[in-house]
């Protein structure tokens, strides 16, 4: 026996049980402590004085790095999130193509349609410098705050869930692509505040002073919105704030511990359905999106074949428009035209207005 920290709870040489050892070692320092008054959840136990200094380590901004334990998965986040945005500002320019990629990245109508990673992949761009220099600070101290405490997986999890149900609360309301991972940031800070009272790193990082800077945050963009000076997508913040508090609160008591893989269902339920979410104004929006996609759509392809038809003919009877009208082939193309026309005005006239939100965005890019 008398390994150093050994969990045993019997002498084998006498037979007679011996307490079982209730300290465990801080993993920076090696003090050892009761393991009620350690910070964290093993192997990360901290001793207070070392769980104060992470804490501080927190705070500061611009620290060169020290270590990159506890900071993998943050860093993994930012090395997409960084470049995508700077190829994001150059594809907005020109350059790198005509943007269809980016646009591929992007929430819009196709999400309607099926295509529902959307709401992952808009989590990683980021529109605007400012946009971008928020969102990756902040994720800098609560990325690193969340993998400190559990490790970068839990902590890509999180971000993943809270972001993705962000996404979904914002496109379920609102006729504007959200993108940035605002969501997942505040998904990051919600999940720490249940935990404030069973892990100590949480407590020490989520102080009242990170909780009143994150929900004053909240309400400025709610406000700036508002007021019209900034288009910012609260209802994402919103989503994923709710449902880190959820992820928190599952994991913060080890009975409720169970519950932590119906989140994770509950998220991917919510993904895989979000092609059938849609409240409010955005309701009328899907409904006329999928009767144009069923009706008008296939007209306004047939049209543009039939034009091309047509071009061709006046382009072999070359500068005399007179022959090409005498063209009885010419003649029919021109007249299925007319009535692909007619049909497509009468669809519009009698099928569901275009609803408030489109008429003011003037539909997708
Ligand atoms: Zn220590």
Redesign the pocket.
């Known amino acids: 026996m008398g390994r150093p920290g050994g969990g045993c709870g019997a002498d084998l040489w006498y037979g007679r049980r011996v307490p079982a050892p209730a300290t465990s070692a801080?993993s920076?320092?090696?003090?050892r402590a009761p393991r009620a008054d350690l910070f964290g959840v093993e192997p990360d136990l901290?001793?207070e004085?070392?769980a104060r200094a992470v804490r501080e380590r927190m705070f500061v901004r611009y620290r060169p790095l020290v270590r990159t334990h506890g900071q993998t998965g943050t860093l993994t986040l930012l090395a997409i999130v960084l470049p995508l945005f700077v190829a994001t500002h150059l594809a907005r320019h020109g350059a790198l193509g005509d943007g269809a990629w980016l646009r591929a990245l992007e929430p819009w109508f196709p999400i309607w349609e099926g295509e529902v990673w959307r709401h992952v992949t808009s989590l990683f761009v980021h529109v605007g410098v400012l946009h971008v220099v928020f969102n990756a600070m902040a994720l800098w101290t609560l990325g690193r705050a969340v993998e400190y405490a559990f490790g970068p997986v839990a902590m890509g999890l999180v971000f993943l869930a809270t972001g993705v149900v962000g996404s979904i609360a914002q496109w379920a309301m609102v006729t504007a692509p959200g993108v940035g991972m605002s969501g997942a940031i505040f998904g990051l800070g919600g999940f720490l505040i249940p935990l404030r009272t069973s892990h100590p790193v949480a407590a020490a990082v989520m102080d009242r002073r990170m909780i009143n800077m994150l929900l004053t945050w909240l309400v400025l963009c709610v406000v700036l919105t508002e007021v019209g000076t900034l288009r910012i997508a609260n209802w994402a913040h919103g989503g994923g704030l709710l449902w880190g508090l959820v992820l928190g609160a599952a994991v913060a008591h080890r009975r409720r511990r169970g519950l932590v893989p119906l989140a994770g269902l509950l998220t991917a339920g919510l993904l895989a359905a979000s092609p059938w979410i849609a409240l409010g104004e955005q309701q009328a929006v899907r409904t006329w999106h999928l009767w144009y996609r069923e009706r008008v759509e296939p007209l306004l392809a047939r049209d543009a074949a039939l034009v091309e038809r047509a071009r061709a003919l006046e382009a072999r009877h070359g500068d005399d428009a007179g022959q090409a009208r005498e063209d009885p082939e010419y003649a029919r193309v021109r007249a299925e035209i007319d009535r692909v026309r007619a049909e497509i005005e009468a669809l519009e006239r009698t099928g569901p207005p275009l609803p408030p939100p489109l008429r003011r965005i003037q539909g997708p890019p």
């Open positions: 801080c920076t320092c090696g003090r901290l001793c004085p070392c």
